[in-house]
């Protein structure tokens, strides 16, 4: 809920501060507000009584499936207001950024699905926002600079930047997927094996 309401007063701004944006600005504000809403979203499998409801009948790619159902109507909505609230001069193309949200808010969702299936923590969210902040932040440095996934949309390499995009998010779904359905047998890491 915190990070769709900063997400939120971040597409806002200009609105709220009568500015004045290009398309850079308002694509950046967009990737601010996506990332924001998505550190959000590490959150939604946190389960305090994990070990308690591990032995309830409903299996986890229902409890997931669910918990991922009553979620997306709502982000759905979040986006488009997010997408208003940046002025139509300064709005950058809507499929490509949309693209990128979806790919951010379901990384951080696989995510949190992995840690779920590989570790014991009952509330994984706070690891699985420190990793997207760390990706974030490297990715633009670490990546070759022709691979860069946060271009502009006048830059040549932004068409190459969305198809890295659309791998992210096919990735994130099918490793959100498998992390979901549970293990036939419990194997742990060494690394997650005495936590």
Same mark, same amino acid.
């Given at each position: 809920?915190?990070?769709?309401?900063?997400?939120?007063?971040?597409?806002?701004?200009?609105?709220?501060?009568?500015?004045?944006?290009?398309?850079?600005?308002?694509?950046?504000?967009?990737?601010?507000?996506?990332?924001?809403?998505?550190?959000?979203?590490?959150?939604?499998?946190?389960?305090?009584?994990?070990?308690?409801?591990?032995?309830?009948?409903?299996?986890?790619? =229902?409890? %997931? *499936? $669910?918990?991922?159902?009553? #979620?997306?109507?709502?982000?759905? @909505?979040?986006?488009?207001?997010? /997408? &208003?609230?940046?002025?139509?001069?300064?709005?950058?193309?809507?499929?490509?950024?949309?693209?990128?949200?979806?790919?951010?808010?379901?990384?951080?969702?696989?995510?949190?699905?992995?840690?779920?299936?590989?570790?014991?923590?009952?509330?994984?969210?706070?690891? =699985?926002? %420190? *990793? $997207?902040?760390?990706?974030? #932040?490297?990715?633009?440095?670490? @990546?070759?600079?022709?691979?860069? /996934? &946060?271009?502009?949309?006048?830059?040549?390499?932004?068409?190459?930047?969305?198809?890295?995009?659309?791998?992210?998010?096919?990735?994130?779904?099918?490793?959100?997927?498998?992390?979901?359905?549970?293990?036939?047998?419990?194997?742990?890491?060494?690394?997650?094996?005495?936590?």
């Amino acid at each position: 809920m915190t990070g769709a309401v900063l997400g939120l007063l971040l597409a806002g701004m200009p609105r709220l501060f009568s500015l004045r944006l290009d398309t850079g600005a308002g694509l950046n504000l967009l990737r601010a507000a996506a990332l924001t809403f998505a550190l959000g979203l590490a959150f939604l499998l946190d389960d305090p009584a994990r070990h308690i409801t591990a032995a309830v009948p409903t299996r986890r790619p =229902v409890r %997931v *499936g $669910l918990r991922v159902a009553l #979620v997306a109507p709502s982000a759905v @909505l979040w986006w488009t207001a997010a /997408l &208003f609230l940046i002025p139509e001069q300064a709005r950058p193309p809507v499929g490509a950024v949309t693209l990128e949200a979806a790919a951010t808010a379901l990384l951080a969702t696989a995510a949190a699905a992995v840690m779920v299936r590989f570790t014991n923590r009952a509330e994984q969210g706070g690891a =699985v926002c %420190v *990793g $997207l902040l760390a990706m974030a #932040v490297l990715a633009p440095l670490l @990546l070759p600079h022709r691979w860069t /996934l &946060f271009p502009a949309p006048s830059d040549p390499r932004w068409d190459g930047a969305h198809q890295a995009w659309a791998v992210v998010l096919v990735t994130a779904a099918l490793a959100g997927a498998w992390s979901s359905v549970e293990p036939l047998r419990t194997w742990r890491p060494a690394v997650f094996a005495h936590r």
